[in-house]
């Protein structure tokens, strides 16, 4: 009686680390989420400074030649 007991036990504490795992799993990917969202709208952002002001230059002629 004492092996199926302890079968049993050290099955509920390998779902129970595997659900704690998994939590964190899940926690990590959405902070790495919000992180690349953050950078995308960054990189975004200076696409379109560089967008303007090649919009300028060009206006202006003073290209390089």
């Known amino acids: 009686m ?4 302890l079968a049993i036990a050290l099955g509920f504490c390998g779902i129970a680390v595997l659900g704690v795992l998994g939590i964190r799993v899940f926690l990590e990917v ?3 989420g919000r992180q690349v ?3 995308t709208e960054r ?3 200076a696409a ?3 967008e303007d002001a090649a919009t300028r ?3 202006t002629g003073d290209a390089l030649r």
Do not use: K, S, V
């Open 57 to 59: 230059l060009a206006a």
């Open 30 to 32: 959405r902070r790495l």
């Open 48 to 50: 379109g400074d560089l």
């Open 2 to 5: 004492f092996w199926p007991m």
């Open 43 to 45: 990189i975004n952002r």
């Open 37 to 39: 969202a953050a950078t």
